[in-house]
T-cell receptor, first 112, second 110 residues
Framework: ETGVTQTPRHLVMGMTNKKSLKCEQH?????MYWYKQSAKKPLELMFV???????ENNSVPSRFSPECPNSSHLFLHLHTLQPEDSALYLC???????????FGPGTRLTVL | GQQVMQIPQYQHVQEGEDFTTYCNSS?????IQWYKQRPGGHPVFLIQ?????EVKKQKRLTFQFGEAKKNSSLHITATQTTDVGTYFC??????????FGKGTRLSVIA
């Protein structure tokens, strides 16, 4: 399945680093999502973009900053993260907000 | 906001036994979707149910949508080791984004 790609697949960063996660979808979808998956909260919705406009921000700390430059690309900029932010970050897309979601393989993030 | 409750959280079965996971909502749902996430993988869409009382089958998997459109179940007959993973239900009302349940992690003992 290569409809939704994510890079990098693994990332280790220190608490003072700045890094970005990238997601790209080749499905012609209009909505894109960032999820955080950890042992404590299996699928935690972070952000929703619809037609490149952020439509949902689920009380995510400002050290996570999303960017959607066009309908095919979604970024998650990371800055001064905490060890508890270590998790699998999943990107997904859907044709419209209420439709079936297609997930990317995720980025396994470790914050030291 | 809307919540989707999924039980059980974990299920361990012997290979060949049946398995069922349940999903419940306090509100009427527009539709319900089921996803499977293999260990080390990402959630993959399995099926969508839309109609009240709908039943759909995929080989050994049977999906049901309740008459009131507030609950759903996924039943696996004669589990195999390839069924291992976490099964998520996801639902929405109206035009809201999907809300995922917490998932049921299935392990199958050979």
């Amino acid at each position: 399945e290569t409809g939704v790609t994510q890079t990098p697949r693994h990332l280790v960063m220190g608490m003072t680093n700045k890094k970005s996660l990238k997601c790209e979808q080749h499905l012609g979808h209009n909505a894109m999502y960032w999820y955080k998956q950890s042992a404590k909260k299996p699928l935690e919705l972070m952000f929703v973009y619809s037609l490149e406009e952020r439509v949902e921000n689920n009380s995510v700390p400002s050290r996570f900053s999303p960017e959607c430059p066009n309908s095919s690309h979604l970024f998650l900029h990371l800055h001064t993260l905490q060890p508890e932010d270590s998790a699998l970050y999943l990107c997904a897309s859907s044709l419209y907000r209420s439709d079936t979601q297609y997930f990317g393989p995720g980025t396994r993030l470790t914050v030291l | 906001g809307q919540q989707v409750m999924q039980i059980p959280q974990y299920q361990h079965v012997q290979e060949g036994e049946d398995f069922t996971t349940y999903c419940n909502s306090s509100t009427t749902l527009s539709n319900i979707q089921w996803y499977k996430q293999r260990p080390g993988g990402h959630p993959v869409f399995l099926i969508q149910l839309v109609k009240s009382g709908e039943v759909k089958k995929q080989k050994r998997l049977t999906f049901q949508f309740g008459e009131a459109k507030k609950n759903s179940s996924l039943h696996i007959t004669a589990t195999q080791t390839t069924d291992v993973g976490t099964y998520f239900c996801a639902a929405h009302s109206g035009n809201t984004p999907l809300v995922f349940g917490k998932g049921t992690r299935l392990s199958v003992i050979a």
